[in-house]
T-cell receptor
Framework: DADVTQTPRNRITKTGKRIMLECSQTKGHDRMYWYRQDPGLGLRLIYYSFDVKDINKGEISDGYSVSRQAQAKFSLSLESAIPNQTALYFC??????????FGPGTRLLVL | AQSVTQLGSHVSVSEGALVLLRCNYSSSVPPYLFWYVQYPNQGLQLLLKYTTGATLVKGINGFEAEFKKSETSFHLTKPSAHMSDAAEYFCAVRDSGGSYIPTFGRGTSLIVHP
């Protein structure tokens, strides 16, 4: 089984809708991250969490929110989706040496 | 502040040829450096990393990279490209000090021709 899982893998939604992307990990890591990937822009950090009680904004947090329900679960929400949030979203965890372990990604299309 | 520059958004090589993907970084403290690979429709996975010690680092699938402090570089190489190496490659830097957040480059797409 995969160490970092994301659901759904693909999602199509309409402008203005609220959606949630979920991430679960079995690696036992405290640190978790949400990134978005856009062609030519690499990965940009949305939010990160160093433990259940610690949530921090990344470089592009506007329009997004997160919830750390447990050590193993970190969800990303788009309160009111807009077309420029169409992207590939990745969840990741990291270990003490700060190597990151990525989920398979969620491809989101906002119409 | 830390930053990463990957030279070339696309690199094209023939099968069997040398692969060279360039990465330059800036960091105010000694860095940790990483190369990740992303195969189509998959997440990123670690190829190799430099934290301390030997500056020539060997990774999976025959790749290696050398940390050159004087040149602030961490270029990725492989002596002989294989068709299965076609993927997106990302260089990342993280300060070895208090910041635990890596900065990623924009990625380089490796194209391998038969």
């Amino acid at each position: 089984d995969a160490d970092v899982t994301q659901t759904p893998r693909n999602r199509i939604t309409k402008t203005g809708k609220r959606i949630m992307l979920e991430c679960s990990q079995t690696k036992g890591h405290d640190r978790m991250y949400w990134y978005r990937q856009d062609p030519g822009l690499g990965l940009r950090l949305i939010y990160y969490s160093f433990d259940v009680k610690d949530i921090n904004k990344g470089e592009i947090s506007d329009g997004y929110s997160v919830s750390r329900q447990a050590q193993a679960k970190f969800s990303l929400s788009l309160e009111s989706a807009i077309p420029n949030q169409t992207a590939l979203y990745f969840c990741a965890t990291s270990d003490l040496v700060k190597t990151q372990y990525f989920g398979p990604g969620t491809r989101l299309l906002v119409l | 502040a830390q930053s990463v520059t990957q030279l070339g958004s696309h690199v094209s090589v023939s099968e069997g040829a040398l692969v060279l993907l360039r990465c330059n970084y800036s960091s105010s403290v000694p860095p940790y450096l990483f190369w990740y690979v992303q195969y189509p429709n998959q997440g990123l996975q670690l190829l190799l990393k430099y934290t301390t010690g030997a500056t020539l680092v060997k990774g999976i699938n025959g790749f290696e990279a050398e940390f050159k402090k004087s040149e602030t570089s961490f270029h990725l190489t492989k002596p002989s490209a294989h068709m299965s190496d076609a993927a997106e490659y990302f260089c990342a830097v993280r300060d070895s000090g208090g910041s635990y957040i890596p900065t990623f480059g924009r990625g380089t797409s490796l194209i391998v021709h038969p």
